[in-house]
């Protein structure tokens, strides 16, 4: 019905929607995506998409007062779950009967893939407005993020022309390559959106083993480790000590990031990590670069080309 009542207005308005579109530049457009994934309430049916991976996924997402609740479901293989709410996290392994608990830390799923902060977007990418086509049933108008040099991916994104909502995420490679893809097959955006019962998740109770991955933030003076080289582009945003693996030992969690992508680094002592392999690595558009450095285990990754992972990897030092 909505879609029917946006398509006959448009038509008594000589398509009004898509003239407005084409009059905002591409830095609003991408605020209004930010924006929407975050404030709209909204349901659908997402395809995942990375070389030979495929996966679908269901999401709810619904704002209550200021309260964001947001679940969602994976459809393929083992069930998993994600549920956030009002800052908490949790992800769900019911084959496990394990829960991994921690704090949002503003790095989203998507539709939610663009921050709120965007103002260092532009210093990396070049951003443009494209033509407007049809994606899930919606007239979406897509932005393009050219990357101004190889440190970095480039992005397609399709949004709802009336709501702004990112119905499709392309990340491309140098040679224009699909490095993944997400895209609704299906949504259903505002009115009508239930999320369920919002009380206390169900899983914490007897019976499931519930883990924490939240950590406790570290000063960059007591971090003990620090970048000798800038990665243009890319600035630190957090250093986290926090428990991983299972024996839950503590690793230094480091974040660097250009605005819309970043790089993680994980360190910790060489004789906890075990036995792996160091180099260049890659899962699905994950890269992975590991090196040893001063009797620790560096571990950088993240959707951003190889060349980055390294350089960044290679320029980790201890702090004197």
């Known amino acids: 019905m ?15 929607p898509i003239i407005a579109a084409a009059a905002a530049d591409p830095l609003s457009w991408l605020s209004r995506i930010a924006s929407a994934a ?42 998993r779950k994600v549920i956030r709410r009002d800052g908490e ?7 496990r009967k394990t829960v991994i608990t921690d704090r949002s830390t503003g790095q989203r799923s ?3 893939r663009l921050p709120t902060e965007l103002a260092r977007i532009a210093e990396n990418y070049e951003v443009r407005k494209e033509k407007v086509t049809r994606v899930a049933g919606f007239d979406a108008q897509l932005i393009v993020l050219e990357p ?33 893809q997400f895209m609704f097959s299906d949504v259903r955006i505002g009115d009508g959106v239930v999320f369920g019962d919002t009380a206390k998740p169900d899983f914490l109770a007897d019976g499931w083993n519930v883990v924490s991955a939240q950590g406790a933030s570290v000063a960059v003076r007591d971090s003990g480790w620090r970048l000798a080289t800038p ?32 790089i993680s680094v994980f360190i910790e002592p060489l004789e906890a990590a075990g036995e792996v392999g160091l180099g ?26 190889a060349r980055a992972l390294k350089r960044l990897g290679d320029a980790m030092e201890r702090a004197r």
Not at 41 to 66: D, K, L, P
Not at 89 to 95: A, F, I, M, N, T
Request: glycine share 10%.
């Open 110 to 112: 998507f539709p939610a």
């Open 148 to 180: 101004r040099d190889d440190l970095r991916y480039g992005h397609m994104l399709w949004a709802d022309i009336d709501s702004g909502l990112l119905l499709k995420a392309r990340m491309v490679g140098d040679d224009g390559e699909t490095v993944e």
């Open 38 to 79: 975050q404030e709209l309430n909204y349901s659908g049916i997402f395809i995942y998409q990375s070389g030979r991976i495929s996966e679908t996924s269901r999401i709810t997402h619904v704002v209550e007062g200021a309260v964001e609740h947001e679940r969602l479901e994976v459809l393929d293989g083992s069930p």
């Open 2 to 16: 909505r879609r029917l009542a946006a398509a006959l207005v448009s038509l008594a308005i000589g398509c009004q």
């Open 280 to 305: 260049p690595l890659a899962s699905g558009a994950i890269n992975i670069y590991r090196r040893s450095a001063d009797g620790h285990l560096l571990t950088a990754l993240g959707e951003v080309p």
């Open 231 to 262: 990665l243009p582009g890319y600035e630190l945003q957090s250093i986290v000590r926090r428990p991983l693996g299972r024996d839950e030992r503590d690793v230094l969690h480091m974040v660097y990031g250009d605005g819309l992508a970043s």
């Open 89 to 95: 996290v949790w992800c769900v392994l019911p084959d």
